[in-house]
């Protein structure tokens, strides 16, 4: 039998995280008889295969079965926002929904909890958290309380550029007003001498018509 098929909890295999073998053993005697034995058997996780161990398995509120690391980060976040798990119960949608909308959330969750900020220079990160982001959206009514969380770590880089220039800019432009200030006050310094200059060359100065005559100051 496939290995995953045997592990998905609806073919009905595993119960409580056990599978029951009941095994028939012949005894090679006068007395033959068969017995019959129970065996609990718990199969381990191969992570080569990409197998998930049963141990790792925990139901979310009668929900569905997911990995327990994720469930934790589901119930922290149920915790602040009830409606994140009451609103999916209300639709009434199937185990297997359930199971892949709360895994996606999971998901989400884990990586926004385990990546860091330098993680986001990688295009491969940024494209996996908008996959993540664009499927939950999908599967949930309200993310509002997350969404900010989701588009602030997929545009850091792009906005600390943004930031970074306009900081450029705003340098540049202040040592452009400071220089302007310093050639206004030379101006107004200039201004000031040329008034001066002014006034003294406008004393005793008279306007006159220009047809007037020059006259040498006898009246005829």
């Excluded at 028939?24 to 080569?48: G, I, Q």
């Excluded at 049963?54 to 509120?61: F, G, N, T």
Aim: one cysteine or more; proline letters at 2%.
């Amino acid at each position: 039998m496939d290995i995953d098929k045997f592990l998905y909890f609806d073919n009905g295999f595993l119960v409580n995280e056990t599978c029951i073998i009941v095994a028939e053993v012949y005894l090679n005697d006068n007395n033959a008889s068969f017995d019959t034995k129970l065996v609990n058997f718990k199969p381990m996780s191969n992570s080569s295969n990409g197998i998930i161990s049963p141990y790792s398995i925990k139901r979310l509120r009668g929900l569905c079965k997911m990995e327990k690391d994720y469930v934790k980060l589901v119930e922290k976040s149920r915790s602040k926002y009830p409606s994140l798990i009451e609103s999916h119960r209300k639709r009434k949608r199937s185990q297997r929904f359930n199971q892949l909308s709360f895994t996606t959330l999971g998901k989400l969750l884990h990586f926004l909890k385990t990546k860091k900020v330098k993680d986001m220079k990688s295009d491969h990160a940024r494209v996996e958290l908008q996959d993540l982001w664009e499927e939950a959206e999908i599967r949930f009514d309200d993310l509002s309380w997350l969404e900010p969380h989701v588009k602030s770590a997929l545009t850091y880089f792009e906005n600390a550029a943004k930031v970074k220039k306009l900081k450029a800019n705003v340098v540049d432009l202040e040592e452009k007003a400071k220089t302007l200030k310093a050639e206004v006050i030379s101006i107004d310094a200039d201004l000031k001498t040329t008034k001066k200059e002014l006034a003294k060359a406008e004393e005793g100065f008279v306007a006159r018509d220009l047809d007037d005559r020059l006259g040498y100051g006898i009246i005829p």
